[in-house]
Structures are given as structure tokens and as C-alpha cells.
């Protein structure tokens, strides 16, 4: 396993070793992995431009985005996993249903929508174009499914409505699989080419993933420079990741679990 890891890392090392190195030792052969002139440099001059602007976007789309997702699919798993009313299989699966259809089927009626709603090349636009997730709704279901029923019952007892209920007994029960939803959504959106893409027009709103593709356009065949960039945009999701795999782990546990 340690082995098959090693391999696996072994692109992100050369991204980080290239994005030190001067231009002409990028695609040396054999692979130098040790620059032998460390350009710190060429991060300097990645963010020397409007790279700030794009990585300020990215941070502001990305953490709405993530902390609506989380309240709107944790709410609606709550609903069709222990409120009980009529029509709610059906509902759930027309909701599943959407699943199904490829996200580039509907680009065109979503840009019409957005137009028409004037939605369209703004931040607002962009955040609720992610805002709700079928997926995650899906995914916390299951855990929500898990709570035994008499935990609800006893809090009905005691008087307690279902916002009593969802915020006190039932959400600290299965915060393992919420906070793994809401990294995976985080990385997600982080991540999202498509959206800013098609969504985007104005330069000052442009997200980092689009950024560095633009940059790359901008910077022609300096590869050193596109790698400090890509470094430089996944460092967020190291940093989510590395705090956040323990709630990952546990969340993971908690789908292993029932009863």
C-alpha cells in the first residue's frame, strides 16, 4: 500500500518540484526531482497579477456554497428520512430521478433561467447553481435512516417539534457524515471548471480553476509558471483535507454501522 501511494503522489511531486524549477529544467530527462535553482520566483509572479482577485472569488463562492448545500440537503434528508407525509416515496424518487440526467443536458435551459432571472454573471448565480445537491441528499439520508426512532420519540415526548428535534438530537448524531458531505462538497465546488465556464463572463468574477486556465492561455508555454498556479489552487483542499480526514474516517464508520 505504502508503494501504490508512492506512485500515486508521484505526479503531485512533480508538480511541486516543476513549479520550483526555471523553465528549461522543467521536462529535463531524466526527471531531476531536487530543482538545482529553486525559483521562488515563480510563485512571486503567479500572484503578482490578478491571481489574489481569483483565489478571494473561489474561497467567497465556495464556502457559501458549501454551508447552503449543507443546510439544504441535511434538512431535506431529515424530512424524507423521519417526518412521515403523504407522497413522500414518490417525492424522493422523482428527486432521485434527477440524478439521472447529465448535468450538461440542462446547461441551456439553465442559462436561459438565469438570464431570465438576471442571474446570469453574477456570484449569486453561481452559488445557487450548487446550492442543493441530490447526491448529498441521498448520502445523509442513510445516515438519518439510522437514528433509531425511538430517540424521536422520546424528544416528542418531552414536547419537542422537529426543528427541536433535527437541530438537537438528530444533526449531533450523524455530524461524522454531515462534515464529510460538506468537505466533499467543498472540493467539489472548489473544483468546479463547468459552472464559472458558462456562468461567468466579467474578469473580476472569475473563479481560480478558471483563472488558471486563462493564465495558462495568458502564459503560453511557461509550464513552470501553470505549475505554481495549480500548487497554489489545490493547497485549499490539502489543508480541508488534512483537517477534516477524521470526520471523514468516522463518517465512513458510521455507514459500516447499523442499529
Partial sequence: MFTIGIVFLLPFIWMISASLKPEIEVFRYPIEWIPSDWRWSNYAEVWSGNFPLYYWNSIKVTVATTFISLAVSTMAAYGFSKIEFKGKNIIFMLVLATFMIPAQAILVPQFMLYMYLDLFDTHIGLILLNSFSVLGTFML?????????????????????????????????????????????????????????????????????LGISRFSSMSGEYYSLIMAGAVSAILPLLIIFFFGQKYVLEGIAMGGVKG
Fill in 141 to 209: 439520508r442513510q445516515f438519518f435512516v439510522g437514528i433509531h426512532d425511538d430517540y424521536i420519540a422520546s424528544a416528542k415526548i418531552d414536547g419537542a417539534g422537529h426543528f427541536i428535534i433535527f437541530t438537537k438530537v438528530a444533526v449531533p448524531l450523524v455530524l461524522p457524515a454531515i462534515s464529510t458531505y460538506g468537505i466533499l462538497r467543498f472540493i467539489w465546488t472548489w473544483n468546479d471548471y463547468q459552472g464559472p465556464l458558462i456562468f461567468l463572463r466579467s474578469d473580476h468574477l472569475t473563479t481560480v480553476q
